[in-house]
């Protein structure tokens, strides 16, 4: 789950990192108060979660709170790598003298939380890494002990010559590393670290990513959710307990399991299909999870044929089967479907099948290569 | 020969009277798995299936017992405890099926069961199966045929696939591993291929792989300079798109390192046979063999 600039921001002031003032706004008129409020230069940004906000316009500087407004009021609903913006930063114009950048993820090879320093900061730290890996330095710290000072100090050296300015970022360092277990982070970013020119280091920008994993055990970060900001199709998919990510093909896909519904994926392009989604029903499954996912494929425009891969371990092909029946049955299906059933209970889930007058194939490459001809068909 | 389990495996089950628990419990012990004992804190004293003894603790059922693996069954809010908890109590072989354990979490797992010389396989895997020797996990044993062919996966049901497509064309498999789909797990794919290589009834390895993390390209490395058996490897998610997650935590594309294009890549160099798709399987080891 990713959080916003401003609840980011939020949970690093609660851990105790300096950062900006800056509140947030869901109207041009309260922006404009916000602004009155502050007095000055402010920075109007929009909070949605897509990278690239500033060079779609989403971030404006306003010398005065009218202009704030205005800034507002074409920042509210503007629509950024498909998400509409809904609530808008209002912070200070910062004065600045430096920018860097401190980061933590949990990296697969070390199997640790990595710490990532570059006096390189305010730009893509990606860009960085492919450009000027030089000017990354990274640690990789052992959870049991923490991230000990002396290591986060000999980083803050990396950023700053002096040794006020790399004490205060050592110890933003070691407060983001607290942050990160504290809310169970898989990624918190401060981009940029500034310095401001009476020398003081604060946290300018934040990115913080969620593991979903931690939500169940934190109910304060779980309702950070805004769910205005993501996908409807994939609120519905969540609120189900199933995997959906839409594509742009046409083949509706229905899997049990997430390395098998991408195989299936691959398996439509190399029959010369396009995939119009990737969906787990996931493992222990039941005939409403079936319901939900054939509602959320069939609200899909461009699907033309409906294709099921299911290899039954923990999931049930009767439970499969019944789903399908009484989903055609609340809302009889426009377009051809294919199903592949095997595996647990597999018999059974047919003999459901054929009695409400449908085929199941046990083939995976005949169950694909038929769904992307009906489809083509469909479309000729 | 198998790797990892074999008929002289003693598995307690942690969580062996939950819901699922107590139904693999019973297909692993009619699969003729050495079910020795089980552990649900609170239900020590109990007999599972009128043979098997419950424990409190897992320190009690390997002392009573003498278990040398434990499978884990637990929910996903107290399936970190109960690794710590397998580990510590001596265990050798850590089996975890739970999935949504939080990353964080596995950063302070995986150092303690390492300490304790422990192997944990998964966590979020099917586990683990010798076909005719020993099942510890979910792997439908049905599918299943003995023979020598090793097959390790970062899938559950895309391994179910492929063992199916091995075993309808009679070939059967010494063991095979789900090593699970999260981005922090206990056992990899070398530790795989490196127990593959020196079992004698491994003829081949089936290696199937997932676009997310560079795993896959050190799996390659590793076959390159230290596995003389023929490998045939598979990578699913050919067709995702960049930055996406796909269901497994692990499943992500982040940089170009974890696409499967450069995963695909990475194998033919290392002379490992690539599948298109997993009917390949067949087919690409018969050439090689």
Redesign the interface.
Known sequence: MNLHEYQARDILRRHGIPVPPGEVASTPQEARALAERFGGKVVVKAQVHAGGRGKAGGVKLAKTAAEAETHAKAILGMTIKGLTVQKVLIAPAAEIASESYVGII?D??S???VLMVSPAGGIDI?EV?AKTPEKIHRLAI???YGLLQHQALTLGFKLYADVKQARAAADIMQKLYAA??GV?A?LAEINPLVTTPDGSVQALDAKIGI????L??RPDIAALRDVSAEAPAEVAAREAAL?F?K?DGYVGCC?????????T??????YGGE?AN?L?IG??SNPQKVVAALRIITSDPNVRSILFNI?????RGDDVANGIVQATREFPLKVPIVIRL???NEREGIAILERAGFTALSD??EAVKQAVAKAKGKAA | MSIFIDKATRLVVQGITGRDGSFHAKQMMSYGTQVVSGVTPGKGGQLFENVVPVFNTVAEAVRETQANTAVIYVPAAVAASAIFEAADAGIGLIVCITEGIPVLDMTRVLPFVHERGARLVGPNCPGLISPGKSKVGIIPGNICKPGKIGVVSRSGTLTYEIIHQLSTHGLGQSTCVGIGGDPLIGTNFIHCLAGFEVDPETAAIVMIGEIGGTDEQQAAEFTKSSVTKPVVGFIAGQTAPPGRRMGHAGAIISGSSGTAAEKMAAFEQAGISVMQRPADVVPLLKERM
């Open positions: 949990v697969r090879a199997q640790r939380p990606e890494a052992d959870p049991r990160v277990y169970g898989s593991d979903d994993n931690e169940e055990r995997t990510i594509l899997v049990n399991g997430a390395g098998l519904a991408m195989a994926m691959d398996l439509v392009k190399y995939p990737f787990d493992g222990s290899f039954g371990g923990i999931t095997t595996g647990t995976m490459d």
